[in-house]
């Protein structure tokens, strides 16, 4: 009781409650916080990174511009789009070993925007060619198969041994099961590429054919880490080091609700996306420019050359200069993740230093392919690495842009308490808690948790 006269004001006309009480008289202290969080994210976003588009190496620089300005669409969605497109490409041929681990290039990316502004078609024609390549080899594989099954009849005929079945040879994967992604990656030499336009329909499937362990085969083979599948009715299946790339077009409202999702932020499924989220972004009007076929063939002649990459044991290491860069932009990240209260804040810090590895191989093969003297070296040079970090912190900003967004649609009165707190302080709680109407023991305890 004396520390809440201690606490009261003698003079109610000057009381911090009385100026709050004038502030605030003709709107609720909750839609003014909320006003104040939306007015910070605004700003957030008004200097939001911008992808660094112009040291990509050719010819995904070129392809890049040309998709940009003939589809009139912001360029990390083209980008984003070649890199997805050239991991899935590259697969396992090559790793990088950093001195601790071993990272493939593998990414999983979501171009983020509303329907009807034409985040679809840099991903179409990013992975046309090897759409091409599965359609023929899909062909050959039918032709495979009319010849085994023939081959099959013969040898029951004259009892001898049946030839091995045929496999489809692919690297790209849409619409499946848990249990035929399994199969797939096994006939695939452990790797995959899951391209999808809509990411929606991928998430809407978790838990439709097998509500055990889906999403935490995801996160092991994010992680690259064996998977042992057993079944009653198959051959058991060893997937070693499993690869797989996920690439698609997603809307902000899908996006929301994985965020909201406790579960996918506990786990750390959420944090695993690289976003590709340009802001303001509109519908453009039509235009009847296309791409010019020299960037397409420069651009194809590359998926191909990557495609036939023959598996390279020799892993890829860091210069000196790579090395350091590396080493102070992720304790940077560390220092971040410590300071961070918030676990999907905390994993989206610690989660970066993996995709960085994964961007920086990506694009020393892509330097490589053109520069036999930088690929003979097999480290990753200094400059490689500095423009690795500067996308990856156009994806921290995004990630973060998200991450805000989504807390303003769940914006309370605790969070303004708590927000007021932390930006300007509290110091007298019983004529804070007056002005708002409710207890000072309520405002103590989000206060002082």
Excluded at 356 to 369: A, C, D, F, Q, T
Aim: hydrophobic share 35%.
């Amino acid at each position: 009781m004396e520390e809440q006269k201690n606490e009261a004001p003698t003079n109610p006309q000057n009381s911090e409650g009385a100026i709050l009480n004038e502030q605030y008289k003709d709107k609720d202290i909750t839609s003014l916080l909320k006003d104040e969080f939306e007015a910070k994210t605004k700003q957030a976003n008004e200097i939001q990174i911008p992808f660094p588009v112009n040291s990509l190496p050719e010819p995904l620089l070129s392809f890049v511009k040309e998709v940009s300005d003939v589809y009139s669409v912001p360029p990390e969605f083209p980008a984003c789009a070649v890199l997805g497109a050239v991991s899935a490409a590259i697969q396992k041929k090559i790793h990088l070993h950093n001195g601790k681990y071993i990272n493939f290039p593998q990414l999983w990316l979501m171009l983020v925007a509303p329907p009807g502004v034409g985040k679809s078609e840099p991903l179409k024609i990013a992975f046309r060619k090897l759409s091409e390549i599965d359609k023929t080899s899909y062909d050959f594989y039918i032709q495979e198969m009319e010849q085994w099954k023939s081959d099959c009849i013969t040898a029951r005929k004259e009892k001898t041994t049946e030839p091995p079945k045929p496999t489809y040879r692919q690297y790209l994967i849409n619409d499946f099961t848990p249990e035929s992604l399994y199969s797939t990656m096994f006939q695939n030499e452990n790797s995959i590429t899951l391209f999808r336009d809509e990411l929606s329909g991928w998430f809407s499937d978790f838990g439709r054919y097998n509500k055990n362990g889906e999403v935490g085969h995801y996160l092991s083979m994010f992680n690259n880490s064996d998977l042992k599948i057993n079944r009653k009715t198959q051959e058991p299946i060893l997937i070693h080091k499993p690869f797989i790339s996920v690439v698609g077009s997603i809307q902000p409202e899908v996006v929301s609700a994985i965020l909201k999702n406790q579960s996918l932020i506990e786990n750390g499924f959420a944090s695993r996306f690289l976003f590709a989220y340009p802001k303001d972004i509109k519908k453009p009007y039509y235009s009847d420019k296309q791409v010019s076929q020299e960037v397409i063939s420069r651009y194809d002649e590359l998926i191909e050359h990557l495609k036939r990459l023959p598996l390279i044991e020799k892993p890829v290491e860091l210069s000196i200069e790579a090395k350091r860069l590396y080493v102070d932009f992720v304790n940077s990240l560390t220092e971040k993740s410590n300071k961070s209260t918030h676990n999907y804040i905390k994993a989206i810090y610690a989660k970066m230093d993996i995709h960085l590895l994964r961007i920086v191989l990506i694009l020393h093969i892509v330097e490589g392919v053109y520069d036999d003297v930088q690929w003979m070296t097999f480290k990753i040079q200094g400059n490689t690495m500095q423009y690795a970090i500067n996308i990856v912190e156009y994806f921290i900003s995004t990630s973060l842009m998200l991450y805000d967004q989504n807390n303003i649609s769940n914006f309370n009165i605790s969070d303004a308490i708590r927000l007021i707190e932390k930006e300007k302080g509290i110091a007298n709680k019983q004529a804070f808690a007056d002005s708002i109407g409710v207890t000072r023991q309520y405002i103590s305890k989000l206060c002082n948790p």
